[in-house]
Protein backbone atom coordinates (compact mmCIF):
# COMPACT_ATOMS: atom_id res chain seq x y z
CA UNK A 1 0.00 0.00 0.00
CA UNK A 2 1.03 3.24 -0.79
CA UNK A 3 2.21 5.83 1.88
CA UNK A 4 0.09 9.18 2.37
CA UNK A 5 1.37 12.54 3.26
CA UNK A 6 -1.20 14.44 5.34
CA UNK A 7 -0.77 18.05 6.11
CA UNK A 8 -3.79 19.16 8.36
CA UNK A 9 -4.13 22.15 10.60
CA UNK A 10 -6.36 21.85 14.23
CA UNK A 11 -7.39 24.66 16.68
CA UNK A 12 -8.26 23.88 20.14
CA UNK A 13 -7.73 25.27 23.79
CA UNK A 14 -4.15 25.08 23.98
CA UNK A 15 -2.04 27.56 25.68
CA UNK A 16 0.47 28.14 22.57
CA UNK A 17 -2.25 28.26 20.27
CA UNK A 18 -3.80 30.49 22.70
CA UNK A 19 -1.01 32.83 22.39
CA UNK A 20 -1.02 32.52 18.82
CA UNK A 21 -4.31 33.60 18.58
CA UNK A 22 -3.77 36.25 21.14
CA UNK A 23 -0.68 38.03 18.62
CA UNK A 24 -1.90 37.59 14.75
CA UNK A 25 1.67 39.07 14.00
CA UNK A 26 3.10 35.87 15.67
CA UNK A 27 4.29 32.84 13.96
CA UNK A 28 6.00 30.07 15.55
CA UNK A 29 7.62 26.92 14.61
CA UNK A 30 8.28 24.29 16.64
CA UNK A 31 11.04 21.49 16.65
CA UNK A 32 11.14 18.83 19.62
CA UNK A 33 13.25 15.27 20.92
CA UNK A 34 10.99 14.55 23.06
CA UNK A 35 12.79 15.96 26.07
CA UNK A 36 12.91 19.51 24.79
CA UNK A 37 11.03 21.97 22.56
CA UNK A 38 12.77 24.45 20.37
CA UNK A 39 10.48 27.46 19.49
CA UNK A 40 11.68 29.91 16.98
CA UNK A 41 9.67 33.14 17.37
CA UNK A 42 8.87 35.51 14.89
CA UNK A 43 6.97 38.38 14.36
CA UNK A 44 5.69 40.86 12.56
CA UNK A 45 4.80 43.47 14.65
CA UNK A 46 7.97 44.06 16.74
CA UNK A 47 6.27 46.05 19.59
CA UNK A 48 4.89 43.04 20.92
CA UNK A 49 7.83 41.29 21.71
CA UNK A 50 7.84 41.90 24.94
CA UNK A 51 4.60 40.56 26.30
CA UNK A 52 4.74 37.58 23.36
CA UNK A 53 7.87 36.70 25.55
CA UNK A 54 6.03 37.45 28.68
CA UNK A 55 3.50 34.98 27.85
CA UNK A 56 5.78 32.25 27.02
CA UNK A 57 8.02 32.31 30.03
CA UNK A 58 4.57 31.70 31.91
CA UNK A 59 4.13 28.30 30.41
CA UNK A 60 7.84 26.52 30.81
CA UNK A 61 10.64 27.84 31.77
CA UNK A 62 12.99 28.80 29.09
CA UNK A 63 16.67 27.05 29.35
CA UNK A 64 18.51 29.03 26.02
CA UNK A 65 17.59 31.92 24.07
CA UNK A 66 19.21 33.56 20.74
CA UNK A 67 17.60 36.12 19.21
CA UNK A 68 18.42 38.59 16.14
CA UNK A 69 16.71 41.28 14.95
CA UNK A 70 13.74 39.22 12.73
CA UNK A 71 13.07 36.00 14.91
CA UNK A 72 13.46 34.32 18.35
CA UNK A 73 15.17 30.91 19.17
CA UNK A 74 13.73 29.43 22.78
CA UNK A 75 14.69 26.44 23.97
CA UNK A 76 11.73 25.36 26.62
CA UNK A 77 12.59 22.87 29.70
CA UNK A 78 10.18 20.16 29.26
CA UNK A 79 7.93 19.35 25.68
CA UNK A 80 4.64 19.16 25.40
CA UNK A 81 3.93 16.23 23.25
CA UNK A 82 3.07 13.49 26.02
CA UNK A 83 0.55 15.81 27.81
CA UNK A 84 -2.72 14.75 28.08
CA UNK A 85 -5.02 14.81 24.96
CA UNK A 86 -1.94 16.82 22.73
CA UNK A 87 -2.21 16.51 19.18
CA UNK A 88 1.51 15.01 19.37
CA UNK A 89 0.26 12.15 21.73
CA UNK A 90 -2.85 11.15 19.48
CA UNK A 91 -0.43 11.15 16.41
CA UNK A 92 1.48 8.61 18.24
CA UNK A 93 -1.45 6.19 19.13
CA UNK A 94 -2.55 5.67 15.61
CA UNK A 95 1.47 4.94 14.43
CA UNK A 96 1.18 8.30 12.17
CA UNK A 97 5.05 9.24 11.55
CA UNK A 98 5.14 13.21 12.95
CA UNK A 99 7.31 14.95 10.88
CA UNK A 100 8.91 18.88 12.66
CA UNK A 101 7.96 21.88 12.75
CA UNK A 102 4.77 22.34 14.00
CA UNK A 103 3.37 25.82 13.21
CA UNK A 104 1.43 28.18 15.37
CA UNK A 105 -0.14 31.03 13.46
CA UNK A 106 -3.23 32.82 14.12
CA UNK A 107 -4.69 30.26 16.58
CA UNK A 108 -4.29 27.14 14.42
CA UNK A 109 -1.36 24.43 14.75
CA UNK A 110 0.06 23.28 11.08
CA UNK A 111 0.93 19.56 11.32
CA UNK A 112 3.07 17.14 8.70
CA UNK A 113 2.20 13.82 9.26
CA UNK A 114 3.19 10.32 6.90
CA UNK A 115 0.74 7.47 7.28
CA UNK A 116 1.73 4.02 6.77
CA UNK A 117 -1.90 2.99 6.76
CA UNK A 118 -4.95 4.45 5.38
CA UNK A 119 -7.20 2.91 8.26
CA UNK A 120 -4.38 4.50 10.57
CA UNK A 121 -5.15 7.65 9.45
CA UNK A 122 -8.97 7.11 9.78
CA UNK A 123 -9.21 6.32 12.90
CA UNK A 124 -6.70 9.20 13.97
CA UNK A 125 -9.26 11.75 12.28
CA UNK A 126 -12.04 10.18 13.52
CA UNK A 127 -10.96 10.82 17.16
CA UNK A 128 -9.65 14.14 17.01
CA UNK A 129 -13.07 14.72 16.16
CA UNK A 130 -14.62 12.88 19.08
CA UNK A 131 -12.35 14.62 21.16
CA UNK A 132 -13.99 17.54 19.91
CA UNK A 133 -10.72 19.09 18.08
CA UNK A 134 -11.61 21.32 14.95
CA UNK A 135 -9.29 20.26 12.10
CA UNK A 136 -8.80 20.61 8.22
CA UNK A 137 -7.22 18.38 5.76
CA UNK A 138 -5.21 20.76 3.66
CA UNK A 139 -2.82 18.34 1.58
CA UNK A 140 -3.42 14.48 1.47
CA UNK A 141 -0.74 13.08 -1.69
CA UNK A 142 0.94 9.73 -1.66
CA UNK A 143 4.25 9.90 -0.73
CA UNK A 144 6.93 9.52 -2.56
CA UNK A 145 9.94 10.74 -0.81
CA UNK A 146 12.34 9.21 1.37
CA UNK A 147 11.71 8.29 4.89
CA UNK A 148 15.13 9.26 6.29
CA UNK A 149 15.03 12.62 4.74
CA UNK A 150 11.94 13.32 6.59
CA UNK A 151 13.45 12.85 9.44
CA UNK A 152 16.59 14.78 9.65
CA UNK A 153 17.66 18.23 7.82
CA UNK A 154 15.73 18.62 4.29
CA UNK A 155 16.76 20.74 1.25
CA UNK A 156 13.66 22.56 1.74
CA UNK A 157 14.20 23.22 5.73
CA UNK A 158 17.92 24.73 4.82
CA UNK A 159 17.98 26.22 1.22
CA UNK A 160 14.68 27.33 0.16
CA UNK A 161 15.56 31.02 1.60
CA UNK A 162 18.21 31.09 -0.56
CA UNK A 163 18.20 33.01 -3.71
CA UNK A 164 19.84 31.66 -7.10
CA UNK A 165 23.26 34.44 -6.16
CA UNK A 166 23.59 33.68 -3.00
CA UNK A 167 23.49 29.70 -3.00
CA UNK A 168 25.89 30.58 -6.69
CA UNK A 169 27.75 32.66 -4.34
CA UNK A 170 28.23 29.53 -1.86
CA UNK A 171 29.09 26.87 -4.43
CA UNK A 172 31.91 28.70 -6.11
CA UNK A 173 33.11 29.90 -2.48
CA UNK A 174 33.61 25.91 -1.91
CA UNK A 175 35.03 25.45 -5.35
CA UNK A 176 37.57 27.70 -4.77
CA UNK A 177 38.51 26.24 -1.54
CA UNK A 178 36.99 29.03 0.73
CA UNK A 179 35.99 26.62 3.21
CA UNK A 180 39.04 24.68 3.70
CA UNK A 181 41.32 24.61 6.08
CA UNK A 182 44.22 26.29 5.76
CA UNK A 183 41.85 28.49 3.07
CA UNK A 184 42.80 28.51 -0.22
CA UNK A 185 41.49 31.77 -1.37
CA UNK A 186 40.15 35.00 0.04
CA UNK A 187 36.83 36.15 -0.84
CA UNK A 188 38.63 38.94 -2.92
CA UNK A 189 40.70 36.50 -4.58
CA UNK A 190 37.54 34.81 -5.43
CA UNK A 191 36.11 37.55 -6.65
CA UNK A 192 39.04 38.49 -9.52
CA UNK A 193 39.20 35.23 -10.67
CA UNK A 194 35.65 34.98 -11.69
CA UNK A 195 35.13 38.22 -13.15
CA UNK A 196 32.61 39.86 -10.20
CA UNK A 197 32.90 42.91 -7.90
CA UNK A 198 34.13 41.79 -4.46
CA UNK A 199 31.24 43.70 -2.40
CA UNK A 200 28.58 41.68 -4.28
CA UNK A 201 30.10 38.71 -3.66
CA UNK A 202 30.70 39.48 -0.41
CA UNK A 203 27.50 40.59 0.27
CA UNK A 204 25.75 37.30 -1.20
CA UNK A 205 28.19 34.63 0.25
CA UNK A 206 28.07 36.59 3.83
CA UNK A 207 23.64 36.58 3.49
CA UNK A 208 23.63 32.60 2.42
CA UNK A 209 25.86 32.11 5.40
CA UNK A 210 23.55 33.87 8.05
CA UNK A 211 20.35 31.82 6.58
CA UNK A 212 22.10 28.72 7.08
CA UNK A 213 23.41 29.59 10.35
CA UNK A 214 19.80 30.27 11.12
CA UNK A 215 18.18 27.52 9.65
CA UNK A 216 20.37 25.15 11.94
CA UNK A 217 19.98 26.96 14.95
CA UNK A 218 16.45 24.78 16.16
CA UNK A 219 18.65 21.25 15.42
CA UNK A 220 21.73 22.48 16.98
CA UNK A 221 19.71 23.37 20.17
CA UNK A 222 17.65 20.17 20.61
CA UNK A 223 21.04 18.14 19.90
CA UNK A 224 22.75 20.78 22.67
CA UNK A 225 19.77 20.07 25.12
CA UNK A 226 19.85 15.91 24.65
CA UNK A 227 21.75 13.93 27.35
CA UNK A 228 25.03 12.37 26.46
CA UNK A 229 23.36 8.99 26.25
CA UNK A 230 20.55 10.33 23.52
CA UNK A 231 23.64 12.13 21.35
CA UNK A 232 25.15 8.58 21.45
CA UNK A 233 22.39 6.89 19.94
CA UNK A 234 21.86 9.81 17.30
CA UNK A 235 24.93 8.71 15.73
CA UNK A 236 25.54 6.75 12.78
CA UNK A 237 26.93 3.56 13.02
CA UNK A 238 28.04 1.49 10.24
Known sequence: MPLFEVVFRVTHDCPFSNISRKFPSLKMFVWCNREHEVFEVIMEDHEEYSAVMEEISKLRGIIDKL?????????MKTCSCNLENSVSKNIDAFNLLHVSPVVYEQGWEYYRVIAFRHENLEGFLQQLEEKGF???????????GFIASSLTLTADALFSDLTEKQIAALLTAYRNGYYRLPRKADAKEIAFKERIPRTTFQEHLKKAENKLVAALV?????????TAENRKSLKIKF
Open 67 to 75: SDRDKVHLV
Open 218 to 226: PYIQLFSQA
Open 134 to 144: VFEILRKVPFN
